[in-house]
C-alpha cells in the first residue's frame, strides 16, 4: 500500500486526494504554498524569527537528525572556524540520549528546532500520535537545553494536517527548504553534495543538511563535513551572509 493510500486509510490527511500536496511540498512550491510552509527566507514575512544578520545577503544553514556524537561536533567546529551560525532541526529522542550536545549547540550560539520526537512519516500516524510526539519534542529540547524550539520541520519533509495544527496551536513556524545536498544517501560524494547546494545558491535560499547518519546511510555524516568546508567557503566569496532561525521569541 502507498503512503498516500495508508495515510488516507489511516486518516494522516482528507480522503479526497488531497493528500498529494503533503507529499510533494517539499519539492513543489505551488504544493507548500498550499499548505502553507515556507520553503525559502524570502517568504517568511516576520523578522522577529530571524536572528544574526537580516540583510538581503543571508541565506540559511540547517542540519537535521541529530544530535550525533560525532557528526555534530564535526560541524559545530567547521561553523566556528568560519565564524558562522546555522540551526540545527533536532529529534527528540536524539536529545534525550546526548542532552550535552543539545546544550552545547546552543552555548555556540546556533538556533535550535524541532524535527519531531521519532523519525516518522507524519502523514501514517493519527492526530492524537503527532500531536504527542511533538508535544514530547519540545519537552525533551526545553529540559536539554533550556530554550523552546519555535520552528518545525517534518521528518522527510512531509507534513501532515495534524502536524500543521499542532504548529498554529503552539506558534511553531513549520519550515522547509528551497537547497539541499541529498547528503544522507549512501553512495552520494562531498563533491556531489557540494555543488548540489552552491549551484544556484542565492540570498533568501534554506539550505538542508544533516549532521547525523540515524536515519540515513551509515557514516553519511563524514560527507556533510567534507563538503561544509568548501560550502562555507563558497558563501565567503559570494558575500552571502548566513540566519540562523530564532528560539525562545520575545
Known amino acids: 500500500m502507498s503512503v498516500a493510500a495508508k495515510a488516507a486509510r489511516d486518516g494522516g490527511a482528507s480522503h479526497d486526494g ?3 500536496k503533503y507529499l510533494l511540498a517539499s519539492h513543489h512550491p505551488p504544493y507548500a504554498q498550499a499548505i502553507g510552509v515556507p520553503l525559502s527566507l524570502r517568504e517568511i514575512a516576520a523578522p522577529r524569527l530571524l536572528a544574526g544578520d537580516r540583510a538581503a545577503g543571508a541565506v540559511a544553514l540547517t542540519f537535521d537528525d541529530g544530535p550525533h556524537p560525532e557528526g555534530t561536533p564535526a560541524i559545530l567546529e567547521l ?4 565564524g558562522v551560525h546555522a540551526t540545527f532541526f533536532l529529534v527528540g529522542e536524539q536529545v534525550v540520549r546526548r542532552p550535552e550536545l543539545a546544550r552545547r549547540i546552543v552555548a555556540a550560539g ?12 507524519e ?13 514530547r519534542g519540545i519537552a525533551a529540547i526545553e529540559d536539554a537545553a533550556g530554550v523552546t524550539p519555535r520552528w518545525l520541520r517534518a521528518p522527510m519533509g512531509i507534513f501532515s494536517p495534524a502536524a500543521l495544527e499542532f504548529a498554529r496551536a503552539h506558534d511553531l513556524q513549520p519550515i522547509l527548504w528551497s537547497k539541499w545536498g541529498c547528503d544522507w544517501r549512501r553512495y552520494t560524494t562531498p563533491e556531489r553534495i557540494r555543488r548540489r547546494v552552491v549551484t544556484g545558491l542565492r540570498a533568501g535560499d534554506v539550505v538542508l543538511l544533516h549532521d547525523s547518519d540515524f536515519y540515513g546511510g551509515k557514516g553519511s555524516y563524514r560527507n556533510t563535513a567534507a563538503a561544509l568546508e568548501p560550502v562555507l567557503a563558497r558563501l565567503g566569496t559570494a558575500g552571502l551572509a548566513t540566519v540562523r532561525f530564532a528560539h525562545d521569541l520575545t
Request: no cysteine; aromatic share 4%; proline share 0%.
Open 18 to 20: 488531497r493528500v498529494l
Open 123 to 135: 502523514l501514517l500516524r493519527s492526530r492524537a500520535q503527532m500531536h504527542a510526539d511533538l508535544g
Open 79 to 82: 561553523l566556528a572556524a568560519h
Open 110 to 121: 546556533h538556533g535550535v528546532a524541532l524535527h519531531g520526537f521519532v523519525h516518522r512519516v
